[in-house]
Each structure stands twice: as structure tokens, then as C-alpha cells.
């Protein structure tokens, strides 16, 4: 959906690698560099990805506004995501318990796949500055290894007194709905000139 005539405002998000926060706040945001050891005065070890990303103030939202979030979904994935959240159910991390199960494999942590929608929300709609109010989520079928998984929000209500936008929110595999639900996001508003 072409989003002409709308305010944005444009922010750089750098993706630093094991530089202490004191020093990723320090950097000018705005200078872009090729990766983390040159911006710490070392030879390059990795490279940085550097993404510019538009925030989308409440007064630019419409209703019917879409964004997504496509990703396929890895071994290592599930398994730093069992690592990061304690969640090692042997559904998702080992192969003979989860032949065993309904599920007759592996299936990725429903979860995993919900982060796609904040993913979403964080990155593209409304963007940085967009703060979880709720979020609603009916888990439909399972994710596995290999799926590309696919979150779409839609803007579905604006709730101008409170700066509150509602989304509908889906996830697909093979256009197939594997997830399900609504947000609440509170939007920040445009800054004063």
C-alpha cells in the first residue's frame, strides 16, 4: 500500500556486536561504519548490517496500514531460543521424543514464532518507538525447521486519547495460518518542532 503525503522520520539502527552500551551510545548515530572492530579502532573481525528503518508517529497511521516480517525458521534458532528463554521441552530440541509425539518431529517454540510479530512491530510498523500494550495470540499449527514463516500486522483501530493503535496479526507458513491475534501498541507521538 503506497503511503503518500505521510510525515515519517527516518532512524538508523545499527545491528554492534559486543561493544558495551556505554560506547554504542557514545557513537554518532549517523556515521556508518563497516563493521564493529573498525568503529573500536581494531582490524575488522565481523560485519555490521546497517538498516534504515522509518518511524511511523500515531498521526501517521491509517487504518488498513500492513507491514511483515518473513523468516525461516533454523536449528539454531530453536535451539538459542531454548537457551535465551529456559524453554527446552523436548517437543522442540529432541528429534526421538518428538517423533513420538502428535507432532511426529520437532516443532519450533510457539513463541519463536510470535516474536516475528514484534519483529514487525519494533522494525517496520509502527517501528522503533512502538511499546507493547497487550497482544492476543491463537496458535493454529505447528512451525518447523526449514518453514518460512511469514508475520503481517494490519492496523484495525486508532484510539487518538490514548495514542493506541489495535492490529490484526497473522503468521503464515505456505499460506497456511499457523498464528493468530490482535495487539495493542501504544505509538509515540510526533516530537514538538
Known amino acids: 500500500m503506497p503511503l503518500k503525503g505521510l510525515q515519517r522520520h527516518s532512524t538508523t539502527l545499527v545491528a554492534l556486536r559486543n561493544i558495551p552500551l556505554t560506547e554504542r551510545l557514545a557513537m554518532n548515530s549517523g556515521t556508518e561504519r563497516s563493521n564493529d572492530a573498525q568503529v573500536r579502532g581494531r582490524e575488522p573481525e565481523a560485519s555490521m548490517t546497517f538498516h534504515q528503518r522509518t518511524t511511523y508517529y500515531f498521526e501517521d497511521l491509517e487504518l488498513g ?22 524453554d527446552k521441552n523436548p517437543v522442540h530440541i529432541d528429534e526421538d521424543y518428538a517423533a513420538k509425539t502428535m ?37 493454529r499449527a505447528p512451525v518447523r525447521i526449514g518453514d518460512h514463516a511469514i508475520a503481517k500486522v494490519k492496523v484495525v483501530e486508532l484510539i487518538p486519547a ?32
Open 103 to 139: 507432532f511426529k518431529g520437532r516443532i519450533a517454540h510457539g513463541m519463536l514464532t510470535a516474536g516475528y510479530i514484534s519483529a514487525v512491530f519494533g522494525m517496520e510498523l509502527p517501528g522503533p518507538g512502538a511499546i507493547y500494550v497487550s497482544q492476543t495470540l491463537n496458535f
Open 65 to 86: 496500514m500492513e507491514a511483515s516480517f518473513a523468516k525461516t525458521v533454523t536449528e539454531a534458532d530453536i535451539m538459542a531460543f531454548a537457551e535465551v528463554t529456559g
Open 162 to 193: 490514548k495514542r493506541r493503535a489495535r492490529f490484526d496479526c497473522v503468521c503464515t507458513v505456505a499460506d497456511k495460518s499457523v498464528l493468530e491475534g490482535e495487539a495493542i501498541l501504544m505509538v509515540p507521538k510526533r516530537p514538538s518542532a
